[in-house]
């Protein structure tokens, strides 16, 4: 037997699944790492076990969130759109963006052990907003260029802002109230020249998705984008352990890295060390590079094709399937209550161990268990959305101010 709430009927389930499925592939980023790092390739199978997962998390999920964000423009806008209300739509995108990003602010003023990537994709969102109004292929070329040329761009930025190399020892903009825009548009973790291409890859898909009429076309559609998008990850990474294989070492002896190498081939910061040809075909996390977007733009489409041919829409959905539904359609509720269980944990360790920065995490800080839990309470989240049928209680605001923001503004009537 299945079922659907009467509210998620126009829904699309993928998406709505792939959202939460990026969430828990964030919160294993967040969570497994201090057990990861112990594995030394021995016969813990825990510690192998995190390091397996976070090595298929890191800068997947989050990648993943971003794509799924052009899906959300389409579908929070789709509406108005339909009846040709084009300013409209772009007010109530800029709406929702204030809502996210003010919330990501808060969240980021309180120092959580992790990157919050809110405030950067309010942004992102606010930048890609007038996408809605291209064709499909003008948001293509702007995917593209954006792709071949953003890391390019973020790069030159930030030696413009920082000085030349990998360590920022001067801040031209410090003290300047243009640094967190310069932050938000190429110097920040998860810069809009780099984001918004992926955002633009998730509008994309999400067109052809909505343009599917039949379940026998979505599983055509789905198993397409699969296999389009696990092609271009799987090129990404093979071209990536290519180059790094023939140039990091010597880039490493020639720029006097050697020692930093290890870590700077895990993971980045928003964007690569430098120019270097190589990097840019590397496909290390959240360097930005065009390798790093060609796996993380493949991954995202590859799951949401996976999910399109199993879930499509107007399909009935199988019950048990609901809290996982919810919980990935309050995507924004999810992610701020993981952020501040990781605040509150990460406090009361602050306050229980005075040796706090030279011990393993806690149980409640990080590992399986903290992880299990984690889940567990999206899940529980999902289940009560999907039981009295409503959003999420930070959708709803968003909703709410989007609308406001959407409303045509009307004169004030002459006195007469």
Sequence with gaps: MSSAPASAASRV??????RWLAIVGMMCAHTLPPVAASWSGGADAQARAADVVV??????ASSLFAVLAGASLVLATRSLLARGARAAALRSVLGRAIVVGAVGVMLAAAMPPVYVVLNYLAFAMVVAAPLLLLPSWAVGAVAVALWLGGSQLALAIREWRFGDGIYRVGDRLDGSPWAALVDLVATGEYPAVTWVAMLAVG???????????????????????LVAGALVATVAVLVSQQVVAAEAEAWAAEEGFVELLPWLLQVGSGTPPDASWWW??????HTGTIGDVARGSGVGVAIIGALVALLPPGARMPRALAPV????????????????????????WAVDGSDAAFASPPWYVAGFGILGLHVAGSLLLGAILARTD???PLERVASAVAGSFARPREDTAPLR
């Design 325 to 348: 539904r919810a919980a990935g359609a309050a995507p924004f509720t999810t992610y701020t209550l993981h952020v501040c269980a990781l605040l509150t944990a990460s406090a009361i």
């Design 55 to 60: 090595g298929a998390a890191n800068g997947n």
């Design 390 to 392: 409503a959003k999420g």
């Design 13 to 18: 389930v993928a998406i709505d699944v792939a």
């Design 280 to 285: 840019q075909a590397t496909a290390i996390p």
């Design 203 to 225: 509008l994309l898909v999400t067109r052809a998705t909505l343009a599917i009429r039949s379940t026998a076309r979505a599983r055509i559609v789905g198993l397409g984008l």
